[in-house]
């Protein structure tokens, strides 16, 4: 019950971070380490969907008895290999490089031997679970103890990388890495305890049927962390945006006030508008070129403000924008040399907003003449 429950977790997990990795490849360039990533999420996904018993009795039915085993064992083994190139790939490490690329040869081996093992167990064996009988038979054995020792040595080569930047990581990055490192442990750790259980009971030197219950605890706990490591990632970057899609969206609306006075009197500052397909992540592109339009508002308006204007009061600063406005209009453009103003703390977008919002809710509060208005006063 609790594999099947951890099992289901896994595929949705891994279908969800398959759909995630497709999209950045597609927004961003893709090197090496990406597209190995992208490989072993989507080799786990369907190494899970596999798992099914109608996945498995239709490939046993239309391959050859014991295929669906035979998949399961090979997808797993060609995700964990991308994992090997995740993490061992360094991009200023030629070494490492190569040493990355080397691991199709046990890879391959590893995949050819889980073959040939399975075609060399009797066919009624095949899909029987793991217990001191089935060991017995030569290519039942043979085929998880490839399974196994594959399993072993490339998660700890993933262990061993992963290890490096531990180190070097600070932060949620930390945290995530370490959580993991843990679980990639963990599960192959239950390899080896399966593995012993099924050497040792194949060569009748002793057998503890408890190994395998203690395999199989260990190896759900650490497929659990694998998940709660490889998806945190992923999680907190869908939960920033949304943060800041719902702030940016909420900033957008309270710049209105000013944008709509400064942009009555310089219609001309107003970006033009996009055409075509919907562009991902609009509301942050929206933000930004209404920041831009003001801006480039207030900079043609800047010669009608006092020079000392950043360090008046905000109310003052609301009215001296409208009067701003109002000789800009009478004098039908600018006059003097331009400058910047109420410029941000800091070089990112939302220190670069944060005087203009005060300003814009000071307006806001106390109502902003229309269009209409605003041309009598110019005239």
């Known amino acids: 019950m609790v594999v099947g429950v951890v099992n289901a977790a896994a595929m949705v997990v891994f279908a969800v971070a398959l759909c995630w990795r497709i999209d950045r490849i597609r927004r961003e360039r893709a090197g090496l380490q990406a597209l190995a990533m992208t490989v072993a999420v989507a080799t786990m996904t369907l190494a899970f969907v596999v798992t099914n018993p109608h996945v498995r009795d239709w490939l046993d039915t239309t391959a050859f008895t014991g295929a669906g085993r035979v998949l399961f064992y090979c ?17 200023a490490e030629e070494g490492r490089q190569r040493r990355a690329g080397m691991e199709a040869i046990p890879l391959v081996i590893a995949m050819i031997g889980l073959n040939v093992a399975m075609l060399a167990t009797p066919t009624p064996v095949r899909t029987r679970n793991v217990s001191e009988w089935t060991v017995q038979h030569v290519g039942f054995a043979l085929f998880f103890v490839i399974a196994g020792i594959y399993l072993i040595y490339a998660l700890g080569a993933c262990v061993l990388s992963i290890g490096r930047y531990v180190g070097l990581a600070d932060g949620y990055l930390r945290h995530s890495l370490i959580t993991l490192l843990t679980g990639l ?18 060569l009748d ?38 943060r800041y899609d719902i702030r940016h969206r909420r900033h957008y609306r309270e710049l209105k006030p000013l944008w709509e006075l400064t942009t009555s009197a310089l219609p001309e500052v107003v970006l033009p508008a996009r055409t075509g397909a919907r562009v991902a992540g609009s509301i942050n592109l929206m933000y930004q070129r209404r920041i831009i339009e003001v801006r480039d508002a207030l900079t043609q308006l800047s010669p009608y403000l006092p020079d000392d204007f950043d360090g008046r009061p905000i109310s003052d600063q609301a009215g001296l924008m409208r009067e701003a406005v109002d000789a800009y209009r009478v004098a039908g453009g600018s006059s003097g040399a331009v400058r910047e103003v109420l410029g941000g703390a800091a070089d990112d977008l939302d220190a670069d907003a944060e005087p203009l919002l005060r300003l814009s809710r000071e307006l806001g509060r106390r109502g902003l003449p229309g269009p209409a208005r605003l041309r009598h006063n110019a005239a």
């Open 75 to 91: 997808l797993l083994a060609i995700g964990v290999a991308a994992l090997v190139v995740v993490f061992f790939f360094g991009a």
């Open 205 to 242: 030197l002793f057998s503890l049927p408890v190994l395998l219950k203690i395999a199989g605890v260990v190896s759900s706990i650490g497929a659990v962390l694998f998940l709660l490591g490889i998806s945190y990632p992923m999680l907190r970057a869908r939960w920033l945006k949304l």
């Open 185 to 202: 442990a963990l599960v192959g750790v239950g390899s080896l305890i399966q593995t012993v259980f099924v050497v040792s009971a194949g």
